[in-house]
RNA sequence: UCCACAGUAGCUCAGUGGUAGAGCCCUCGGCUGUUAACCGAGUUGUCGCAGGUUCGAAUCCUGCCUGUGGAGCCA
Protein backbone atom coordinates (compact mmCIF):
# COMPACT_ATOMS: atom_id res chain seq x y z
CA UNK A 1 0.00 0.00 0.00
CA UNK A 2 1.05 3.55 -0.96
CA UNK A 3 2.15 5.52 2.53
CA UNK A 4 -0.61 7.62 4.23
CA UNK A 5 -0.30 9.59 7.43
CA UNK A 6 -1.69 6.97 9.37
CA UNK A 7 0.93 4.60 8.08
CA UNK A 8 3.96 7.04 7.82
CA UNK A 9 5.67 5.69 11.21
CA UNK A 10 6.95 2.56 8.67
CA UNK A 11 8.45 5.26 6.78
CA UNK A 12 10.97 7.09 8.85
CA UNK A 13 14.15 8.72 6.76
CA UNK A 14 12.46 7.24 3.54
CA UNK A 15 11.18 9.92 1.01
CA UNK A 16 7.69 9.68 0.10
CA UNK A 17 4.61 11.41 -1.49
CA UNK A 18 1.43 11.55 -0.05
CA UNK A 19 -1.78 13.03 -1.19
CA UNK A 20 -3.18 15.68 1.23
CA UNK A 21 -4.78 18.71 1.65
CA UNK A 22 -3.89 22.13 3.84
CA UNK A 23 -5.79 21.76 7.23
CA UNK A 24 -4.06 24.82 8.29
CA UNK A 25 -0.64 26.90 8.11
CA UNK A 26 1.77 28.84 10.24
CA UNK A 27 4.96 30.88 8.79
CA UNK A 28 7.87 33.11 9.73
CA UNK A 29 10.02 34.44 6.46
CA UNK A 30 12.46 31.29 6.49
CA UNK A 31 10.43 28.66 7.85
CA UNK A 32 6.85 26.92 6.68
CA UNK A 33 4.91 24.55 8.80
CA UNK A 34 1.88 22.91 6.22
CA UNK A 35 -0.74 21.04 8.42
CA UNK A 36 -1.75 18.57 6.58
CA UNK A 37 -4.13 15.92 6.11
CA UNK A 38 -5.12 12.86 4.04
CA UNK A 39 -8.09 11.53 5.20
CA UNK A 40 -6.23 8.29 7.54
CA UNK A 41 -4.57 11.34 10.26
CA UNK A 42 -2.77 14.22 10.28
CA UNK A 43 0.76 15.16 9.96
CA UNK A 44 3.18 18.44 10.32
CA UNK A 45 4.80 19.12 6.93
CA UNK A 46 8.08 21.52 7.33
CA UNK A 47 8.78 23.23 5.01
CA UNK A 48 12.97 25.03 5.29
CA UNK A 49 13.08 27.86 2.67
CA UNK A 50 17.31 27.10 2.50
CA UNK A 51 15.89 23.59 1.99
CA UNK A 52 13.72 23.90 -1.25
CA UNK A 53 13.93 26.32 -4.43
CA UNK A 54 12.46 29.51 -3.75
CA UNK A 55 9.08 28.94 -5.94
CA UNK A 56 9.08 25.49 -3.57
CA UNK A 57 8.95 28.02 -0.79
CA UNK A 58 6.67 30.94 -1.73
CA UNK A 59 3.80 28.63 -3.01
CA UNK A 60 4.01 26.59 0.48
CA UNK A 61 3.76 29.99 2.27
CA UNK A 62 0.62 31.02 -0.12
CA UNK A 63 -1.33 28.41 0.04
CA UNK A 64 -4.74 28.74 1.28
CA UNK A 65 -7.04 26.43 4.06
CA UNK A 66 -7.73 23.19 2.47
CA UNK A 67 -5.90 23.67 -0.91
CA UNK A 68 -4.90 20.20 -3.07
CA UNK A 69 -1.74 18.90 -3.09
CA UNK A 70 1.26 16.27 -3.27
CA UNK A 71 3.85 16.72 -1.00
CA UNK A 72 6.91 14.93 -1.22
CA UNK A 73 9.32 14.88 1.79
CA UNK A 74 11.35 13.07 4.30
CA UNK A 75 9.85 11.14 6.83
CA UNK A 76 11.10 12.13 10.49
CA UNK A 77 10.64 10.89 14.07
CA UNK A 78 10.07 14.16 16.19
CA UNK A 79 9.59 14.44 19.88
CA UNK A 80 7.88 17.92 19.41
CA UNK A 81 4.98 16.30 16.56
CA UNK A 82 2.29 14.79 18.45
CA UNK A 83 1.68 11.94 16.63
CA UNK A 84 5.46 11.31 16.70
CA UNK A 85 6.44 12.30 12.92
CA UNK A 86 6.83 15.01 10.79
CA UNK A 87 7.82 15.27 7.38
CA UNK A 88 10.74 17.27 6.14
CA UNK A 89 9.25 19.15 2.42
CA UNK A 90 11.41 18.87 -0.70
CA UNK A 91 8.58 19.34 -2.92
CA UNK A 92 4.71 20.53 -3.75
CA UNK A 93 2.92 19.78 -6.71
CA UNK A 94 -0.38 21.82 -6.22
CA UNK A 95 -3.49 20.31 -7.15
CA UNK A 96 -5.96 23.08 -6.50
CA UNK A 97 -5.77 26.25 -5.06
CA UNK A 98 -8.98 26.31 -2.34
CA UNK A 99 -10.33 29.96 -1.68
CA UNK A 100 -12.31 31.39 1.26
CA UNK A 101 -13.11 27.99 3.24
CA UNK A 102 -15.50 29.20 5.25
CA UNK A 103 -14.74 26.85 8.40
CA UNK A 104 -11.78 29.07 9.89
CA UNK A 105 -9.61 28.20 12.39
CA UNK A 106 -11.66 30.10 14.97
CA UNK A 107 -14.94 28.73 16.72
CA UNK A 108 -18.38 28.75 14.86
CA UNK A 109 -22.07 28.23 15.74
CA UNK A 110 -23.79 25.17 15.20
CA UNK A 111 -26.37 26.49 12.59
CA UNK A 112 -23.36 27.34 10.54
CA UNK A 113 -21.23 24.45 11.02
CA UNK A 114 -24.10 22.26 10.09
CA UNK A 115 -24.78 24.18 6.69
CA UNK A 116 -21.42 23.50 6.46
CA UNK A 117 -21.71 19.90 7.30
CA UNK A 118 -20.47 18.58 3.92
CA UNK A 119 -16.53 20.25 5.14
CA UNK A 120 -17.14 20.07 8.70
CA UNK A 121 -15.97 16.38 8.62
CA UNK A 122 -12.81 16.92 7.20
CA UNK A 123 -12.46 19.00 10.93
CA UNK A 124 -10.06 16.19 13.43
CA UNK A 125 -12.91 16.13 16.10
CA UNK A 126 -15.78 14.94 13.80
CA UNK A 127 -13.34 12.72 12.05
CA UNK A 128 -12.56 11.27 15.23
CA UNK A 129 -16.10 10.72 16.11
CA UNK A 130 -17.13 9.34 12.63
CA UNK A 131 -14.09 6.98 13.30
CA UNK A 132 -15.21 5.79 16.15
CA UNK A 133 -18.64 4.89 14.46
CA UNK A 134 -16.94 3.04 11.50
CA UNK A 135 -15.34 1.29 14.93
CA UNK A 136 -18.23 0.54 16.31
CA UNK A 137 -20.29 -0.79 13.07
CA UNK A 138 -17.39 -3.35 12.35
CA UNK A 139 -17.34 -4.27 15.79
CA UNK A 140 -20.42 -5.23 15.83
CA UNK A 141 -20.57 -7.39 12.41
CA UNK A 142 -17.66 -8.98 14.47
CA UNK A 143 -19.53 -9.77 17.33
CA UNK A 144 -22.48 -11.21 15.82
CA UNK A 145 -20.55 -12.99 13.40
CA UNK A 146 -18.52 -14.97 16.02
CA UNK A 147 -21.96 -15.65 17.90
CA UNK A 148 -23.60 -17.15 15.16
CA UNK A 149 -26.12 -14.59 13.88
CA UNK A 150 -26.81 -14.36 10.49
CA UNK A 151 -27.84 -11.01 9.33
CA UNK A 152 -30.83 -10.43 7.80
CA UNK A 153 -32.03 -6.92 5.89
CA UNK A 154 -35.79 -6.02 6.96
CA UNK A 155 -37.49 -3.45 4.58
CA UNK A 156 -37.93 0.19 4.80
CA UNK A 157 -40.58 0.45 2.82
CA UNK A 158 -43.89 -1.09 4.91
CA UNK A 159 -47.69 -1.04 4.79
CA UNK A 160 -48.08 -0.60 8.24
CA UNK A 161 -46.72 0.73 11.68
CA UNK A 162 -45.11 -2.26 13.35
CA UNK A 163 -46.26 -0.21 17.26
CA UNK A 164 -48.79 2.27 16.25
CA UNK A 165 -47.95 5.04 18.47
CA UNK A 166 -45.60 6.52 17.24
CA UNK A 167 -45.42 9.18 14.07
CA UNK A 168 -44.27 7.88 10.61
CA UNK A 169 -43.35 9.25 7.74
CA UNK A 170 -46.02 8.30 4.67
CA UNK A 171 -45.13 7.87 1.38
CA UNK A 172 -47.13 6.41 -1.44
CA UNK A 173 -45.91 3.11 -3.40
CA UNK A 174 -47.47 3.70 -6.57
CA UNK A 175 -51.78 3.51 -5.34
CA UNK A 176 -50.90 2.19 -1.80
CA UNK A 177 -50.26 4.25 1.23
CA UNK A 178 -46.77 2.95 2.51
CA UNK A 179 -44.48 4.64 5.47
CA UNK A 180 -40.80 4.14 6.09
CA UNK A 181 -40.11 1.69 8.84
CA UNK A 182 -39.31 2.80 12.25
CA UNK A 183 -38.27 -0.68 13.36
CA UNK A 184 -37.59 -3.80 11.87
CA UNK A 185 -38.53 -6.36 14.83
CA UNK A 186 -41.51 -7.78 13.24
CA UNK A 187 -39.44 -8.85 10.43
CA UNK A 188 -37.21 -9.98 12.48
CA UNK A 189 -39.26 -12.39 14.44
CA UNK A 190 -39.88 -13.62 11.27
CA UNK A 191 -36.02 -14.13 10.26
CA UNK A 192 -35.40 -15.59 14.06
CA UNK A 193 -37.71 -18.52 13.04
CA UNK A 194 -35.90 -18.94 10.37
CA UNK A 195 -32.19 -18.41 10.90
CA UNK A 196 -32.19 -18.67 14.95
CA UNK A 197 -30.23 -15.89 16.01
CA UNK A 198 -30.42 -13.08 13.01
CA UNK A 199 -29.41 -9.07 13.58
CA UNK A 200 -30.19 -6.52 11.54
CA UNK A 201 -28.40 -3.23 11.10
CA UNK A 202 -30.84 -0.06 8.86
CA UNK A 203 -31.85 3.49 9.13
CA UNK A 204 -35.28 3.66 10.84
CA UNK A 205 -37.35 7.22 10.41
CA UNK A 206 -39.49 8.61 13.82
CA UNK A 207 -41.77 11.63 12.47
CA UNK A 208 -41.52 13.09 15.56
CA UNK A 209 -41.03 16.93 15.94
CA UNK A 210 -38.30 15.67 19.31
CA UNK A 211 -35.78 18.83 19.17
CA UNK A 212 -33.13 17.47 21.97
CA UNK A 213 -29.26 15.83 21.88
CA UNK A 214 -30.38 12.29 22.11
CA UNK A 215 -32.96 12.48 18.77
CA UNK A 216 -32.46 12.45 15.40
CA UNK A 217 -35.26 11.91 12.46
CA UNK A 218 -33.06 9.50 10.36
CA UNK A 219 -30.70 7.15 12.87
CA UNK A 220 -29.47 3.52 13.04
CA UNK A 221 -30.71 0.92 14.71
CA UNK A 222 -28.95 -2.94 15.18
CA UNK A 223 -31.55 -4.85 16.19
CA UNK A 224 -30.98 -8.66 17.26
CA UNK A 225 -33.41 -11.22 17.53
CA UNK A 226 -33.00 -15.07 18.95
CA UNK A 227 -35.34 -18.14 18.75
CA UNK A 228 -35.51 -19.80 22.21
CA UNK A 229 -33.70 -16.97 24.26
CA UNK A 230 -35.78 -15.54 27.12
CA UNK A 231 -35.64 -12.33 29.08
CA UNK A 232 -32.37 -13.40 31.32
CA UNK A 233 -30.70 -14.34 28.31
CA UNK A 234 -31.75 -11.46 26.56
CA UNK A 235 -30.41 -8.92 28.93
CA UNK A 236 -26.90 -11.35 29.11
CA UNK A 237 -26.28 -10.73 25.52
CA UNK A 238 -26.75 -7.17 25.45
CA UNK A 239 -24.53 -7.14 28.62
CA UNK A 240 -21.58 -9.18 26.23
CA UNK A 241 -22.43 -6.80 22.69
CA UNK A 242 -22.08 -3.57 24.81
CA UNK A 243 -19.10 -4.61 27.11
CA UNK A 244 -17.59 -5.39 23.13
CA UNK A 245 -17.89 -2.43 21.41
CA UNK A 246 -16.76 -0.94 24.28
CA UNK A 247 -13.42 -2.70 24.45
CA UNK A 248 -13.43 -2.56 20.70
CA UNK A 249 -13.51 1.29 20.25
CA UNK A 250 -10.87 1.57 23.55
CA UNK A 251 -8.63 -0.73 21.65
CA UNK A 252 -8.40 0.40 18.40
CA UNK A 253 -9.28 3.85 18.32
CA UNK A 254 -6.96 5.48 20.70
CA UNK A 255 -5.67 8.83 18.89
CA UNK A 256 -9.70 9.05 17.99
CA UNK A 257 -10.52 8.88 22.19
CA UNK A 258 -6.95 11.27 22.51
CA UNK A 259 -8.77 13.87 20.02
CA UNK A 260 -12.04 13.81 21.40
CA UNK A 261 -10.12 14.45 25.33
CA UNK A 262 -12.34 11.00 26.18
CA UNK A 263 -12.13 9.96 29.92
CA UNK A 264 -11.44 6.24 28.69
CA UNK A 265 -11.91 4.96 32.45
CA UNK A 266 -15.65 6.03 31.83
CA UNK A 267 -15.56 3.49 29.16
CA UNK A 268 -12.87 1.13 30.89
CA UNK A 269 -15.88 0.42 33.32
CA UNK A 270 -18.25 -0.88 31.00
CA UNK A 271 -17.96 -4.47 31.39
CA UNK A 272 -20.87 -6.73 31.88
CA UNK A 273 -22.63 -7.38 34.38
CA UNK A 274 -24.83 -4.12 34.07
CA UNK A 275 -26.83 -3.31 37.36
CA UNK A 276 -30.41 -4.49 37.10
CA UNK A 277 -33.59 -2.33 38.67
CA UNK A 278 -37.18 -3.14 38.56
CA UNK A 279 -39.45 -0.38 37.06
CA UNK A 280 -41.14 -1.43 40.73
CA UNK A 281 -37.84 -0.42 42.41
CA UNK A 282 -37.27 2.56 40.38
CA UNK A 283 -40.27 4.14 41.20
CA UNK A 284 -40.22 3.53 44.64
CA UNK A 285 -36.28 4.78 44.54
CA UNK A 286 -37.55 8.23 42.66
CA UNK A 287 -40.05 8.85 45.20
CA UNK A 288 -37.62 8.49 47.88
CA UNK A 289 -35.44 11.23 45.65
CA UNK A 290 -38.52 13.23 45.57
CA UNK A 291 -39.62 12.68 42.27
CA UNK A 292 -43.19 12.93 41.64
CA UNK A 293 -43.78 9.53 39.80
CA UNK A 294 -46.41 7.14 40.84
CA UNK A 295 -46.56 3.47 39.37
CA UNK A 296 -47.83 3.46 36.47
CA UNK A 297 -46.13 6.30 34.73
CA UNK A 298 -43.63 6.23 32.17
CA UNK A 299 -40.21 7.65 33.01
CA UNK A 300 -39.25 10.88 31.39
CA UNK A 301 -36.07 11.91 30.81
CA UNK A 302 -35.29 13.43 34.18
CA UNK A 303 -36.45 10.47 35.78
CA UNK A 304 -34.25 8.29 33.75
CA UNK A 305 -30.89 10.99 34.33
CA UNK A 306 -31.32 10.16 37.73
CA UNK A 307 -31.34 6.37 37.90
CA UNK A 308 -28.43 6.26 35.52
CA UNK A 309 -26.22 9.26 37.72
CA UNK A 310 -27.01 6.59 40.98
CA UNK A 311 -24.28 3.91 39.17
CA UNK A 312 -21.20 3.94 36.98
CA UNK A 313 -22.35 1.43 34.54
CA UNK A 314 -24.83 1.39 32.22
CA UNK A 315 -28.14 0.06 34.37
CA UNK A 316 -30.98 -2.47 32.74
CA UNK A 317 -34.30 -1.08 34.03
CA UNK A 318 -37.08 -4.36 33.66
CA UNK A 319 -40.45 -5.32 34.20
CA UNK A 320 -42.46 -2.06 33.35
CA UNK A 321 -46.31 -1.86 33.36
CA UNK A 322 -47.76 -3.96 30.09
CA UNK A 323 -49.91 -0.51 29.94
CA UNK A 324 -46.82 1.40 29.10
CA UNK A 325 -44.87 -0.97 26.77
CA UNK A 326 -45.86 -2.46 23.07
CA UNK A 327 -48.69 -5.41 22.48
CA UNK A 328 -45.87 -7.47 21.61
CA UNK A 329 -44.60 -7.89 24.95
CA UNK A 330 -44.62 -11.64 27.54
CA UNK A 331 -46.22 -10.77 30.43
CA UNK A 332 -44.01 -11.41 33.64
CA UNK A 333 -45.78 -15.13 34.81
CA UNK A 334 -45.16 -13.83 38.40
CA UNK A 335 -46.82 -10.61 38.12
CA UNK A 336 -49.46 -10.23 35.07
CA UNK A 337 -48.99 -6.70 35.50
CA UNK A 338 -45.57 -6.44 34.32
CA UNK A 339 -44.07 -7.50 31.30
CA UNK A 340 -40.42 -9.31 30.18
CA UNK A 341 -38.58 -6.39 29.03
CA UNK A 342 -35.67 -4.05 29.84
CA UNK A 343 -34.25 -0.71 28.45
CA UNK A 344 -30.75 0.01 29.20
CA UNK A 345 -29.54 3.36 30.70
CA UNK A 346 -26.69 4.97 29.22
CA UNK A 347 -24.72 7.16 31.94
CA UNK A 348 -23.58 10.16 31.77
CA UNK A 349 -27.15 11.85 30.59
CA UNK A 350 -26.77 9.89 27.21
CA UNK A 351 -30.76 8.28 27.96
CA UNK A 352 -31.53 4.87 26.60
CA UNK A 353 -29.57 2.78 24.02
CA UNK A 354 -31.25 0.06 24.31
CA UNK A 355 -34.95 -1.74 24.63
CA UNK A 356 -35.73 -5.20 24.60
CA UNK A 357 -38.14 -6.91 25.89
CA UNK A 358 -39.20 -11.16 25.55
CA UNK A 359 -42.05 -11.56 22.59
CA UNK A 360 -45.22 -12.81 23.22
CA UNK A 361 -45.05 -16.22 21.66
CA UNK A 362 -48.95 -17.42 22.25
CA UNK A 363 -51.07 -16.88 19.44
CA UNK A 364 -54.46 -16.35 21.66
CA UNK A 365 -52.93 -13.53 23.55
CA UNK A 366 -51.21 -11.71 21.08
CA UNK A 367 -54.24 -11.18 19.02
CA UNK A 368 -56.66 -10.02 22.40
CA UNK A 369 -53.63 -7.43 22.70
CA UNK A 370 -54.05 -6.60 18.95
CA UNK A 371 -57.58 -5.90 19.27
CA UNK A 372 -57.22 -4.16 22.56
CA UNK A 373 -54.63 -1.74 20.64
CA UNK A 374 -57.28 -1.48 18.08
CA UNK A 375 -54.88 -3.48 15.24
CA UNK A 376 -56.53 -5.06 12.97
CA UNK A 377 -55.20 -8.62 12.94
CA UNK A 378 -55.62 -8.78 9.04
CA UNK A 379 -52.74 -6.41 8.62
CA UNK A 380 -50.63 -8.45 11.55
CA UNK A 381 -51.61 -11.97 9.91
CA UNK A 382 -48.29 -12.84 8.73
CA UNK A 383 -46.79 -11.83 12.31
CA UNK A 384 -49.79 -14.00 13.80
CA UNK A 385 -48.77 -17.11 11.53
CA UNK A 386 -45.48 -17.04 13.87
CA UNK A 387 -47.17 -18.05 16.49
CA UNK A 388 -49.09 -20.59 14.49
CA UNK A 389 -46.15 -22.87 13.20
CA UNK A 390 -43.48 -23.59 15.37
CA UNK A 391 -43.96 -20.82 17.90
CA UNK A 392 -40.85 -20.78 20.31
CA UNK A 393 -39.89 -18.58 23.42
CA UNK A 394 -38.22 -15.36 21.24
CA UNK A 395 -36.26 -12.16 22.77
CA UNK A 396 -34.79 -9.10 21.26
CA UNK A 397 -33.44 -5.94 21.12
CA UNK A 398 -33.16 -2.62 19.37
CA UNK A 399 -29.82 -0.65 20.30
CA UNK A 400 -29.75 3.00 18.93
CA UNK A 401 -26.46 3.30 17.15
CA UNK A 402 -26.05 7.29 17.45
CA UNK A 403 -26.62 7.46 21.38
CA UNK A 404 -24.59 4.42 21.69
CA UNK A 405 -21.79 6.88 19.56
CA UNK A 406 -22.35 9.70 21.56
CA UNK A 407 -21.98 7.85 24.79
CA UNK A 408 -18.73 6.04 23.83
CA UNK A 409 -17.33 8.66 22.60
CA UNK A 410 -18.03 11.60 25.11
CA UNK A 411 -19.93 13.61 22.25
CA UNK A 412 -22.61 16.14 23.69
CA UNK A 413 -25.34 15.73 20.94
CA UNK A 414 -25.85 12.87 18.57
CA UNK A 415 -26.31 15.22 15.72
CA UNK A 416 -21.98 15.09 15.82
CA UNK A 417 -22.07 11.66 15.08
CA UNK A 418 -23.97 10.44 12.19
CA UNK A 419 -22.17 12.18 8.28
CA UNK A 420 -25.06 14.09 7.56
CA UNK A 421 -27.38 14.46 10.25
CA UNK A 422 -31.90 14.23 9.51
CA UNK A 423 -32.94 17.15 12.03
CA UNK A 424 -36.27 18.88 12.66
CA UNK A 425 -35.78 21.62 10.27
CA UNK A 426 -32.66 20.11 8.70
CA UNK A 427 -32.63 17.87 5.34
CA UNK A 428 -29.55 20.04 4.15
CA UNK A 429 -26.59 19.09 3.00
C1' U B 1 -47.12 21.35 20.31
C1' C B 2 -45.22 23.86 24.88
C1' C B 3 -41.24 26.58 27.83
C1' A B 4 -36.57 29.46 27.90
C1' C B 5 -32.78 32.06 25.33
C1' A B 6 -30.81 34.20 20.91
C1' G B 7 -30.59 36.84 15.77
C1' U B 8 -25.26 43.19 14.62
C1' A B 9 -19.35 42.34 8.87
C1' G B 10 -18.32 35.81 5.27
C1' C B 11 -17.51 33.59 10.74
C1' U B 12 -17.51 34.34 16.42
C1' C B 13 -19.15 38.19 19.29
C1' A B 14 -19.19 43.36 22.05
C1' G B 15 -22.38 47.50 21.83
C1' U B 16 -28.98 48.33 26.40
C1' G B 17 -31.83 55.65 23.78
C1' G B 18 -27.36 60.05 20.82
C1' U B 19 -21.31 59.23 14.77
C1' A B 20 -21.51 50.91 13.57
C1' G B 21 -17.05 48.15 16.86
C1' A B 22 -13.23 43.97 17.95
C1' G B 23 -10.98 39.26 16.75
C1' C B 24 -10.89 35.58 12.85
C1' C B 25 -11.03 35.00 7.36
C1' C B 26 -8.91 37.62 3.03
C1' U B 27 -4.78 41.14 0.85
C1' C B 28 0.18 43.30 1.74
C1' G B 29 4.70 43.53 4.83
C1' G B 30 7.92 41.31 9.01
C1' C B 31 9.74 36.97 11.65
C1' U B 32 14.18 29.75 11.33
C1' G B 33 10.28 25.47 15.54
C1' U B 34 5.20 27.29 14.91
C1' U B 35 0.91 24.43 17.56
C1' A B 36 -6.53 28.26 17.16
C1' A B 37 1.49 30.93 16.06
C1' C B 38 2.79 36.04 16.60
C1' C B 39 3.63 41.59 15.13
C1' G B 40 2.17 45.90 11.75
C1' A B 41 -1.19 47.93 7.82
C1' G B 42 -5.69 47.51 4.80
C1' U B 43 -10.86 45.76 2.91
C1' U B 44 -15.75 44.15 4.97
C1' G B 45 -22.80 46.33 7.35
C1' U B 46 -30.67 45.74 4.71
C1' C B 47 -28.04 45.65 13.13
C1' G B 48 -33.60 38.80 11.11
C1' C B 49 -38.58 40.94 8.86
C1' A B 50 -42.91 44.22 9.49
C1' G B 51 -45.22 47.81 12.34
C1' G B 52 -45.22 51.14 16.68
C1' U B 53 -43.15 54.66 20.74
C1' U B 54 -39.51 58.79 20.51
C1' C B 55 -36.57 64.99 18.45
C1' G B 56 -33.63 60.49 17.76
C1' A B 57 -34.06 53.03 17.94
C1' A B 58 -29.12 47.86 16.87
C1' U B 59 -31.01 49.34 21.85
C1' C B 60 -37.89 50.22 24.21
C1' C B 61 -43.03 47.88 22.71
C1' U B 62 -46.16 44.39 19.45
C1' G B 63 -46.48 40.61 15.79
C1' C B 64 -44.00 37.28 12.63
C1' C B 65 -39.72 34.37 10.85
C1' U B 66 -35.29 31.62 11.88
C1' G B 67 -31.98 29.20 15.15
C1' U B 68 -30.31 27.05 19.90
C1' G B 69 -31.36 24.42 24.57
C1' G B 70 -35.07 21.72 27.08
C1' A B 71 -40.04 19.08 27.75
C1' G B 72 -43.29 15.52 25.64
C1' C B 73 -42.33 11.02 22.44
C1' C B 74 -38.79 7.59 21.76
C1' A B 75 -33.42 4.48 20.28
Known amino acids: MKPTISTIGRFVDQ ?79 VLHKAKDYPITPKEHGTEFLMDHRHLWIRQPRQHAILTIRHEVIRATYEFFHQEGFTKVDPPILTGSSPEGTTNLFHTQYFDEDAYLSQSGQLYMEAAAL ?135 MEPDPENDEVVLCADLIAPEGYGEVIGGSQRIADESLLEANLEKEGLSSEAYAWYLDLRRYGSVPHSGFGLGLERTIAWLSGTEHVRETIPFPRLLNRLYP
Open 194 to 328: AFNRVFSFGPTFRAEKSKTRRHLIEFWMIEPEMAFVEHEENLQIQEQYVTYIAESVLRNCPQALAALERDTSKLENIQAPFPRITYTDAVAWLQEQGFDVTWGDDFGSPEETAIAEHYSKPVFITHYPKAIKPFY
Open 15 to 93: EVTIGAWIANKRSSGKIAFLQLRDGTGFIQGVVVKSAVDESTFEQAKSLPQESALYVTGTVQADDRAPSGYEITVTGLK
